[in-house]
């Protein structure tokens, strides 16, 4: 019987073939990488689950059986954490602090990375390093000048009440000066990927450069929008110092002003008290949820735009 023989193919006439790496070098790379990776998804998901399923839980199941689950779920877990947990007055505020933070971020920190990636004029540099400088600065090192400033913002006439401590306008403008230097750092790489012919026939066809940025280049750089809108909306949604020290409560428990984080802290220290363990599992469940369901929507969004300047 005739066996066909096929040749292994060679490189083109005048080009060296390639080394062939070493077998297995690759395999022991992936192992590793791939356990690695496992690990840190079970180390991530694995309290994520436990929190959902406790929450479902009564109280004596969660002291008696742990790791096991719900012999039937209690989902009026939900609504006590809710309703007596105040969940649902720290979730509104939150949405509302979050609704003008993120706006303003997004709004300021798209127009200032444009101008300072696709227009030359003296200081550039030092705009955009100052703003780099930003992301340096830890939060708690600016809590005692924050206290200060934002107080005093309190005292200016008419608008004082409005913008000072234990206000909701004072607390996004923080918000959003601690958010816009990775906003500008990342948007501005964006943007100088964009390709510089598009603008041009923008110009030459008469575009002014507010029509040119907003028609044009914004929807451009859509991918990296959505992954800095959402690496802000998480960011925000989490944070705590920040509303613990420029939102003075009347006492440790009052939910008047509190927002989701400072509230959760309030609740645990509350059902704690009151031996409501299903309760606080399922005010956690809810504060996690939304975040969790943002990024699973847009998670194809988020990956596009981190790749998106390095592929262009």
């Not at 066909?4 to 390639?18: C, D, F, K, S």
């Not at 601690?178 to 990342?186: A, E, G, I, K």
């Not at 026939?201 to 507010?210: K, M, N, P, V």
């Amino acid at each position: 019987m005739t066996q066909l023989v096929t040749a292994a193919p060679t490189a083109p006439q005048g080009q060296p073939e390639q080394a062939k790496p070493p077998r297995g070098q690759f395999g022991v790379v992936n192992f590793f990488s791939q356990g690695f990776l496992l690990l840190w998804a079970a180390m991530v998901v694995l309290p994520l689950l436990w929190a959902v399923m406790s929450s479902l839980k009564t109280d004596k199941e969660i002291l008696s059986s742990p790791w096991s689950l719900p012999a039937s779920p209690q989902f009026d877990n939900f609504g006590r954490a809710w309703n007596s947990g105040h969940i649902g007055t720290f979730f509104l505020n939150t949405v509302i602090v979050l609704a003008g933070g993120v706006t303003i971020t997004m709004v300021v920190g798209s127009m200032a990375a444009y101008v300072l990636a696709r227009y030359s004029f003296p200081g550039n540099r030092v705009i955009y390093y100052a703003f780099v400088a930003g992301l340096t600065l830890p939060i708690f090192l600016a809590l005692v000048p924050l206290f200060k400033i934002v107080g005093n913002l309190g005292t200016i006439p008419v608008i004082g009440p409005y913008i000072g401590l234990n206000s909701y306008a004072g607390l996004i403008l923080v918000y959003v000066a601690f958010s816009l230097p990775f906003t500008v750092f990342f948007l501005h790489s964006f943007f100088r990927t964009l390709p510089t012919e598009i603008a041009e026939a923008g110009l030459l066809d008469g575009a002014s450069h507010t029509t040119l940025f907003s028609k044009v280049m914004l929807p451009m750089a859509r991918p990296g929008l959505i992954s800095i809108g959402i690496f802000n909306v998480i960011g925000q949604w989490n944070q705590y110092l920040l509303p613990l020290v420029l939102l003075q409560q009347q006492s440790s428990f009052d939910s008047d002003h509190s927002v989701l984080a400072e509230g959760l802290l309030n609740l645990a220290v509350t059902q704690g008290y009151k031996s409501d363990w299903s309760g606080l599992f399922a005010g956690m469940t809810i504060a996690m949820l939304p975040m969790l369901v943002i990024y699973v929507l847009f998670q194809r969004q988020v990956q596009a735009g981190l790749t998106a300047g390095t592929l262009k």
